[in-house]
């Protein structure tokens, strides 16, 4: 257990070190009152990705998974946890996991599109071959 505590610090401290160097630049550079409305907008957006498109999404497509629709929720619920958290590294590192989440799933969707468009276009190109190998004869009497 001491362990585990070592190596959460570990991680916990140059976090807050990135996090606080980011907030100072941003508040040098357009001020408390942007940070305050940053934190703000970016709390409703991460609970809104949180629970309409990364939870919600997921439960619905249950039966169905794929490694692009893992991903994709995982990301997007992911993204918006980060979002949620205050702070301008946070909601960066969030916003680039949700638009690589979401780029995931809309390439995974065209990807099964193509792969459906290639099916109904030669259903039984399996069976053509057997049949082209089929020689008929007839028999005469």
């Known amino acids: 257990m001491h362990q585990r505590t070592i190596k959460l610090n570990n991680l916990f401290i140059p976090y807050m070190v990135i996090e606080t160097i980011f907030v100072i630049a941003f508040v040098w550079k357009y001020g408390f ?10 709390l409703v957006v991460g ?14 497509e249950a039966r169905n998974i794929t490694p692009q629709t893992v991903f994709g929720n995982f990301g997007t619920v992911f993204g918006g946890f980060l979002i949620l958290l205050p702070g301008i590294f946070s909601d960066t590192v ?11 799933r809309f390439l995974g969707s065209d990807y099964a599109n193509l792969q459906k468009k290639d099916e ?15 020689i008929d004869v007839e028999v005469i009497e």
């Open 33 to 42: 009152f942007a940070l305050f409305a940053e934190i703000v907008i970016s």
């Open 47 to 60: 609970f809104i990705l949180i629970s309409k498109f990364g939870v919600l999404d997921f439960l619905k």
């Open 94 to 104: 969030g916003i680039i996991i949700i638009i690589v989440s979401l780029l995931m």
């Open 120 to 134: 109904f276009k030669e259903p039984f190109a399996h069976t053509k071959k057997k049949e082209e190998e089929i």
